[in-house]
Structures are given as structure tokens and as C-alpha cells.
């Protein structure tokens, strides 16, 4: 058996509204802080808890995923504002039961919206419109979960290889 590792980083997009709220956070804890040297000192709180409350949403709104591929293992890393990192999933690719494009026939039946059979579902794909993503069909921890996935052509010609009847990765 051939021995590989893949390692693939995924950064998200930022949404659309984030920078806005990042601008009034720092605006209103300037404010509070003003006025509370100012007017009252009461309102030095406030100030410093929008400053906290900043922080805390910069950190976790800038998220990176990793994905590792190692013999028979899938596992991918949660990377918060890029210190921070969290093992979400370390899964046996051996239960598996389907990896194919969102739109794909084999996933039809997990789809949201005219699917027959809700799963708990992972996102970890980009938000990127012009990457495609990949619907997986794995057991973790003795239940079936949905995971979606930007995955690689090398990740996907290597999942093929090694179990041809579960991937689809056919172009659109």
C-alpha cells in the first residue's frame, strides 16, 4: 500500500457586512470611553466591553480550515484568526459512503432543499463562487454526517484511486 499525506488550507471569505461592524464596534468603544472620561465614568464599561467585544469577534470571524489526508484518515483543523486551532473532525476514510460535487446525482438524496435524508451538516468550504465544492457522506462516531469540502484535484484523484465506486468527481 502506498503511503501519502495531502495537506490542503482553506481560507474563508469574509462576509459582506463584517468590516461595517468591525468600524462601528471601534467607533461606539471610542465613544464610550470618551464619555466616560467626560461625562461619567460609568460609561468607561461600556467602552471597554466593545473593546473586548471586538477582539473576541476579530478572532473568530477570520477562520481557516485545514485538511489532512494521511493513508486512510481525513482530519481537518478549525484555524481561528490564524493562531488558534481546533480539531473538528478526524474521521476514517474507510466509512465513507459517498464523495461527489454538490450537484451530483450520488448526493441528491442530502441535498437541503428536495432531499429524503437530513444529516447534521459540516461547512468547511471557502464561500468562494468559483471554487466548487464537494458533498462527503461519512460516519463519524457511529452516525452518518454531510460534509462539505473545497477539495483538490490531487485529494480527489487520490480518494478515486483508493475507492472508485464512492467518488465522483466528473466536471460539470
Keep these: 500500500m502506498v503511503s501519502y499525506r495531502i ?13 461595517v461592524l468591525r468600524k462601528s464596534m471601534v467607533f461606539f468603544a471610542v465613544i464610550f ?10 460609561f468607561m464599561l461600556a467602552g471597554f466591553l466593545c473593546a473586548g467585544l471586538y477582539f473576541v469577534y476579530d478572532i473568530l470571524s477570520q477562520r481557516d480550515y485545514e485538511y489532512t ?9 478549525v484555524i481561528y484568526g490564524r493562531k488558534y486551532r481546533k480539531t473538528a473532525h478526524d474521521l476514517d476514510l474507510r466509512t465513507m459512503e459517498v464523495t461527489a460535487p454538490n450537484w451530483h446525482q450520488a448526493v441528491a438524496q442530502y441535498r437541503k432543499d428536495g432531499g429524503t435524508i437530513k444529516l447534521k451538516k459540516y461547512d468547511y468550504t471557502s464561500y468562494d463562487d468559483n471554487i466548487p465544492y464537494y458533498t462527503m457522506i461519512i460516519e463519524e462516531n457511529g452516525k452518518k454526517i454531510k460534509l462539505l469540502l473545497d477539495l483538490t484535484e490531487e485529494m480527489l484523484q487520490v480518494l ?3 475507492y472508485p465506486s464512492k467518488v465522483f468527481c466528473t466536471k460539470s
Aim: overall charge positive; cysteine-free; proline content about 0%.
Design 160 to 162: 478515486k484511486s483508493m
Design 69 to 77: 489526508m494521511e493513508d486512510n484518515s481525513l482530519v481537518i483543523d
Design 7 to 19: 495537506v490542503e488550507q482553506v481560507s474563508r471569505k469574509k462576509k459582506s457586512m463584517s468590516g
Design 33 to 42: 470611553v470618551l464619555m466616560g472620561i467626560m461625562i461619567s465614568q460609568a
